[in-house]
């Protein structure tokens, strides 16, 4: 097997049996999955399913009860903080932006590149906070407070943010919530141009899920804390299981 075939069998990231308990509540129930390099993956299910919680555990927000979480097979960062994770390049966008809003645009990119991003590879095309801006589309308000810009440009700008911590792993948490029909495609073929364009594995949640089934190749979905399903698009909406505890409503509610 070449190095390159040995890289593309590893997964970049992969949590085993991650497990996070808030007191009697089981959030995230034994997930295990498996991230490799240049894969678009979404993440579903249904309203306190554990999503953002399974994030917030591989990315250091919150450490897991037990399992363990390894970056390209070899380097174990579990119970590691935010700061570690976003050295080894996984960056995140939170539910609710958490932009600086009396820094400018421009700024606030730049506050991404110096929270991890200085000793890291930059992402093909996105080497200055310009570049990272006009993937955006939000070059005409570099200078803009962000406190001044819509709250759907907040969104793209904490993807930015993400971005300037040069990222090889970029999770993002609903980031076309509140936004139009129209908005969410833009957003949805964004994060396509993400990994096609930009070479970035990314991990997506969103409640928009007809959309997202639309882009991503793989969709892993969560219930109850537990993983009840990981396949390609086609394979996840005929599974009895998730039509059942989610898929359902949710085409219904789409028709
Ligand atoms: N810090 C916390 N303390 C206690 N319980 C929590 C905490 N964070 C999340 N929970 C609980 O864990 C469960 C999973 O929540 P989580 O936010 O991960 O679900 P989700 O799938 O992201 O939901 P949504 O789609 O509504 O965002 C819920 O029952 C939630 O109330």
């Known amino acids: 097997m070449t190095e390159a075939q040995l890289k593309a069998a590893i997964p970049l990231l992969e949590a085993r049996e991650l497990t ?18 240049g894969e678009l993956v979404g993440i579903i ?39 570690r994770y976003a050295a080894h390049g996984i960056a995140r966008t939170f539910q609710t932006p ?16 110096q929270f991890a991003g200085r000793h890291r590879t930059p992402v093909a095309g996105l080497r200055t906070e310009g570049d990272i801006l006009a993937m955006l589309g939000l070059s005409g308000l570099a200078d803009r407070l962000a406190a001044d810009v819509t709250p759907s440009q907040q ?10 911590t040069r990222p090889r792993v970029l999770l993002l948490d609903e980031v076309a919530a509140g936004l139009t029909e129209s908005e969410v495609d833009a957003m949805a073929r964004r994060i396509r141009a993400l ?3 930009h070479g ?7 409640h928009a899920v007809t959309t997202l089934l639309r882009y991503v190749e793989r969709v892993l979905v969560l219930h109850q804390g537990r993983k009840i399903a990981d396949g390609t698009p086609a394979e ?14 949710e085409m219904e509610a789409a028709a």
């Open 20 to 37: 996070v308990r808030f007191g009697g509540l089981t959030a995230v129930d034994a997930v295990s999955a498996r991230l490799y390099a």
């Open 45 to 83: 299910g249904p309203n306190g399913a554990g999503k953002t919680t399974f994030f917030n555990a591989i990315s250091g927000v919150v450490a897991p009860t037990s399992g363990k979480l390894l970056v390209q097979g070899a380097v174990d960062l579990t119970g590691r903080g935010p700061h």
């Open 98 to 113: 958490r932009v600086m809003a009396e820094l400018t645009l421009a700024d606030n990119v730049r506050f991404g590149m």
């Open 155 to 164: 969104r793209l700008l904490e993807i930015g943010m993400a971005l300037g």
């Open 195 to 197: 990994r096609d364009d």
């Open 200 to 206: 970035l594995t990314v991990v997506w949640i969103e």
């Open 236 to 249: 996840v909406v005929r599974n009895a299981e998730v039509v059942e505890a989610y898929l359902g409503d």
